[in-house]
């Protein structure tokens, strides 16, 4: 199909504009000052098939646009698109399923239209402990990985907008402070939220078809 420059570029603000949202809504809410003051954090749109990003926040650290995208292919590795339902969250720390550090916590999202995912969005933020043996994890003394904190592989932490409390009840058990842990979650699951608020905005006024 054929879209005019002007259209382009209009798309292309609002996709920007979006994950600027997403990253606004984080930092602002975020219980971990490192998420909300340092701003190591990040948050983006991915595509529904590749996993690789569309954009993402200006404010997000640099790094995450590669990170990210390979955190969004681990899900699509592990979880065919008839498995997933609108609602559904998966989260994933572990450095060898496209992350960095186990402190580094990603949640993405598939945006549902027309009865399938049109898009991904993730966010990352860095979480000050995930139980690791010293205290806010950074162990120069660590042997192997599994001093460095709790790893999670991509699995639904929410089912069809259902939190799954039994996982995260096993979760704050391992980390210190599960308090502010399970603030920083709610503060990274809001702005998923409010990334598919704005893709519904954006498939209203331009289609589906448009977009992609």
Known sequence: MSIDPTTIAV???????????MDTVLATSAISPVIADAWDRASGVFHPETGEVIVQGQTGMPIFVVVMQHTVQEVLKDWRPEEMAPGDVF???DP???GTHTMDVKFVRPYFHDGKPAFFLANTGHWPDVGSMSPGGFTPVATDVYQEGLR???VKIYRA?????TL???MLLNMRLPEEREGDMAA????LELGC????ELIKRFGGDTLM
């Open 197 to 200: 608020q704005r893709l519904d």
């Open 168 to 170: 995260l009840d096993v």
């Open 96 to 98: 060898y399923r496209g």
């Open 152 to 154: 999670l592989p991509p």
């Open 11 to 21: 798309v292309r603000g609002a996709f920007e504009h979006l994950a600027d949202d």
């Open 91 to 93: 989260i994933v720390n």
């Open 188 to 191: 990274q699951v809001n702005a």
């Open 161 to 165: 907008g259902e939190l799954d409390r």
